[in-house]
């Protein structure tokens, strides 16, 4: 049976979408990974079903659309490339490409065009870790450039640009000099630029929010906190002291909650430790009395082989030592809990007491985003496991294996038309039928790795692979 359109309707209602609940930013309106297009096919792949296929470099962004283009981002080598497409026939309309002025950090399968572009319908702007932010009009025509990085992160960075009352908005954050901006879309002017000093590594897309009074907001997860930044001046409104330590899924919301999913390495329920402060465990350990530790140091706290699987990721900013603020993360992160949280927006500076309704903390996502349809929250995690939760209470309605797709998860979980799509990297793009007891009604192989999350309009799904993109339609 399938879930009404009014339903979706209704979910849509508070995401903020673009004009006609346009997909024209990662993940669709809002992030919300939500579309009221009808007519999406069920059953598809390399064979069947196919409008158009594409051929593409290599990357994992999802393509956006413009009023009638759709864009995207890709690379060879050590060039960077942003494509239009056009909407109805896949064509290539341009390619613009520039030089990496740089290789940083990337983890696999994380690459050089990992994030989304955003678009206005006309014009398209870029991030790109190696390179910087680039907008495009609607002939190819570039329009400006903004050099950024480079960016200490060992995964690589991952959120995508949004545009926001006449601003795009970049969120870089890294081991060390973490911050957000907002550029003007037509010059490239950088309308303010914020730190964020006790950000470590993040990938998380952000989303908006407009209260009641006041100014639209962008809400962005990141180490340790939920924060809520004021989009005409970039000041800090709101926060929440209650987040895991590396956040990668973009968040949802509904009306007056959003529901953020955070989870990282040694920091599972029960993981916790309570370590001593860095005077004392200077004046214990700290031999030369230089005010720092190195390796060696290290090992009489550690021992020589944890010293030495820990110090990478101790020593933030590659100094060769471990200091007052590498160790203070290192307590932070140690303290820290995964969880799904429920956490009720708006207020005015620390509200961590007041607005968490409730922790989940098992059988998390590491980098696929939550879904919210109706009073149902979704996640998919590697192995293929899908959780429902009640939105209110937190309690899981029913959890269970995509027996035919039981692999790893990068592309985050779409839904229309009644259906829920699950994207595997292997390209089995499982088809599940929504509801506190969801079951799985087909599964389809697209034959090669997907990594970038489908989108869904026009009454289509688009897919693309490692090395096309595709249309598909009943």
């Known amino acids: ?209 407009q209260p009641p009074k006041g100014n639209l907001q962008v809400l962005i997860p990141g180490s340790y906190e939920l924060k809520a930044y004021d989009v005409e001046t970039g000041e800090i409104v709101w926060y929440v002291r209650s987040l895991t330590w590396q956040l990668k899924p973009t968040p949802v919301m509904d009306d007056d909650t959003i529901y953020v999913v955070g989870w990282a390495g040694e920091s599972d329920l029960g993981e916790q430790e309570d370590l001593p402060t860095f005077d004392v465990v200077l004046a214990e350990h700290d031999a030369n009395k230089d005010g720092k530790l190195d390796l060696e140091e290290l090992s009489h706290l550690k021992g020589p082989e944890e010293a030495k699987r820990v110090f990478f990721n101790v020593d933030l900013d590659r100094s060769g030592f471990v200091e007052d603020r590498d160790w203070e993360h290192h307590r932070r992160k140690k303290a820290v809990v995964n969880a799904v949280q429920a956490i009720r927006l708006g207020g005015e500076g620390d509200m961590t007491e007041s607005a968490v309704k409730w922790r989940y903390y098992k059988t998390l996502p590491n980098v696929p985003s939550p879904l919210l349809l109706g009073d149902v929250l979704y996640l998919v995690k590697d192995g293929g496991i899908v959780t429902a939760l009640d939105k209110k209470s937190g309690e899981v309605t029913k959890q269970g294996r995509l027996r035919e797709a039981m692999d790893r998860y990068f592309a985050s979980p779409v839904a229309a038309d009644g259906k829920i799509f699950m994207a595997a990297e292997t390209g089995k793009i499982s088809v599940l039928e929504p509801g506190p007891q969801w079951e799985v009604v087909h599964v389809n192989d697209m034959g090669e790795e997907v990594w970038a999350t489908p989108v869904l309009t026009d009454s289509m799904i688009y897919v693309r692979t490692r090395s096309a993109l595709y249309c598909f339609d009943e």
């Open 1 to 209: 049976m399938r879930l009404p359109a009014l339903l979706f309707t209704a979910s849509l209602s508070v995401c903020l979408a673009a004009p006609n609940g346009q997909w024209d930013r990662f993940r669709g309106p809002n992030g919300s990974g939500l579309s009221e297009e009808v007519g999406i096919p069920t059953e598809f792949g390399p064979d069947k079903n196919v409008v158009w296929k594409t051929a593409l470099p290599e990357g994992d962004s999802s393509p956006v659309f413009g009023t009638d283009s759709i864009f995207l981002t890709g690379f060879e080598g050590d060039k960077l490339f942003t494509i239009s497409l056009d909407r109805k026939t896949g064509r290539v309309k341009w390619r613009r490409e520039v030089q990496r002025t740089r290789e940083g950090f990337l983890r696999e399968p994380n690459n050089p065009a990992s994030p989304s572009p955003v678009t206005d319908g006309q014009n398209v702007f870029v991030f790109f870790q190696d390179f910087g932010m680039l907008a495009y009009g609607p002939d190819g025509n570039e329009l400006w450039r903004i050099p950024l990085g480079p960016f200490n992160n060992p995964m690589g960075l991952g959120s995508s640009p949004i545009l926001a009352a006449g601003k795009v908005i970049q969120v870089c954050d890294s081991e060390t000099d973490s911050y957000i901006l907002a550029a003007d879309p037509k010059t490239g002017k950088i309308l303010w630029r914020k730190e964020r000093p006790f950000a470590l590594r993040g990938f998380s897309t952000p989303v908006l929010w």
